[in-house]
């Protein structure tokens, strides 16, 4: 259930990056995370930082916390709940700072060590994140040069304990970071007849061997070699990406688990994206390996071609619906809302994964058309230098919006 979240917090946080917004990831409170199947999908997702300096910063919370008119402190004895050191009235701080949004049933929080340290790391985020004034957040609205943004990203069944979180460090920590916190809410994920209850590992596994069976089914029997397990793994990754993101981030997810729902080359899928990828390492590849025969000259510059030898239908395509929007795509899937009032925020993040499926349908299409590397005559250069120059461009738009993902193009299926 963590899963959509984590992937979804990481992307954005690529997307971010990509446009000069200096980003920091902090690890959600109490989140039961496999750390295993996070580095499998090629996730730097970062676990909690400790040190003195964290210790301090909770003897800090603490204080505070004894100083505050919201809080009081809990004793241990019969009756209180193991680890609670303070109850906090989030309710009555809510409504005398007329917070918008919040749940109404936020009421009395029981404050544990764990808690504090939580909130000390968001703090440490904060005073250590990059600054930058994103469009989203004009300086003019926020005239302190130290705030951020703060946005939690959270699965549905966890958004309540998120809030209370949200509000005590309000209650703790008042000033300008703090009230800049927003909710990226995601929705379920659901599975379709489910025998047991599916770990964010087991799911992993499932996908993967069914990825090796799919590719059995197309290629024949696999070598049991590094570069084919390599390329699994690539692919089980891709396909589980896109499974989770190229969604709206509100809405349900429905999983289906079976065998025939994972495919090398359904046209829906993170499989697909890559083998098209690959179609293009290998189109330049062989290219390469001509001209180092003699069979092609080398490819011109640019400023030497002829583009008006391209007049296929789809090559204009190519162009005017993929590599031109391109980097307002971009733009579009990490745009933060204008500030508003409410907590919740909701962002574009799936247009990366909807966008590259349909370029590589559209690319598909076109390459089972046209045939690239012609004959080598001189009299067809010309052509094939301008549509070598328009896929490689091609080819730099998936690397591009794949590396947002955290996904290394491959070089061969």
Request: hydrophobic share 40%; glycine share 6%.
């Amino acid at each position: 259930r963590h899963l959509r979240s984590v992937l979804l917090a990481d992307h954005l946080a690529q997307l971010l990056r990509a446009e000069g917004v200096g980003v920091r990831l902090v690890p959600a409170l109490t989140e039961e995370r496999s750390w295993d199947v996070l580095r499998q999908l090629r996730i730097c997702w970062p676990s909690g930082s400790g040190g003195s300096s964290l210790t301090d910063a909770v003897s800090a919370l603490k204080a505070a916390l004894g100083r505050c008119p919201c809080a009081a402190a809990c004793e241990q004895g019969p009756g209180t709940a193991e680890g609670v050191i303070f109850k906090v009235h989030l309710k009555s701080f809510v409504e005398q700072q007329g917070l918008v949004g919040y749940d109404p049933n936020l009421d009395v929080l029981l404050v544990t060590e764990g808690t504090l340290w939580s909130l000390a790391e968001l703090q440490e985020a904060v005073l250590q994140c990059p600054v930058s004034d994103p469009p989203a957040l004009p300086a003019s609205r926020f005239p302190s040069s130290s705030c951020c943004s703060i946005i939690h990203v959270v699965n549905c069944e966890e958004e309540f304990q998120q809030q209370q979180l949200d509000v005590l460090w309000r209650i703790l920590d008042p000033g300008a970071h703090t009230a800049l916190q927003k909710h990226l809410v995601c929705g379920p994920v659901k599975v379709t007849n489910p025998s047991s209850p599916i770990g964010a590992d087991q799911y992993f596994q499932l996908r993967k061997r069914q990825m090796y069976e799919a590719s059995v089914i197309k290629y024949g029997e696999l070598a049991q070699d590094e570069a084919w397990t390599e390329v699994i793994d690539t692919l089980t990754v891709a396909a589980i990406k896109f499974e989770m993101l190229s969604t709206a981030h509100r809405s349900q997810i429905t999983l289906d688990l079976e065998n025939n729902s994972i495919s090398t080359k359904g046209t829906k899928s993170g499989a697909f994206v890559m083998y098209n990828c690959a179609r293009l390492a290998t189109l330049f590849d062989t290219f390469q390996r001509a001209v180092e025969r003699g069979t092609y000259p080398p490819l011109p510059p640019v400023s030497e071609l002829n583009f008006s030898c391209l007049r296929e239908e789809g090559e204009w395509l190519l162009l005017f619906n993929y590599l031109l929007p391109f980097p307002e795509v971009l733009q579009q899937a990490a745009r933060l809302p204008p500030p508003s009032k409410g907590i919740r925020i909701t962002v574009n993040t799936e247009t990366v994964c909807k966008f590259l499926i349909q370029l590589s349908m559209d690319f598909s299409s076109y390459y089972n058309r046209v045939h690239v590397l012609g004959e080598p005559f001189p009299h067809l250069f010309d052509q094939m230098f301008a549509r070598l120059r328009l896929l490689g461009a091609v080819r730099d738009v998936f690397h591009s919006a794949l590396a947002t993902l955290h996904l290394p193009p491959l070089s061969q299926i």
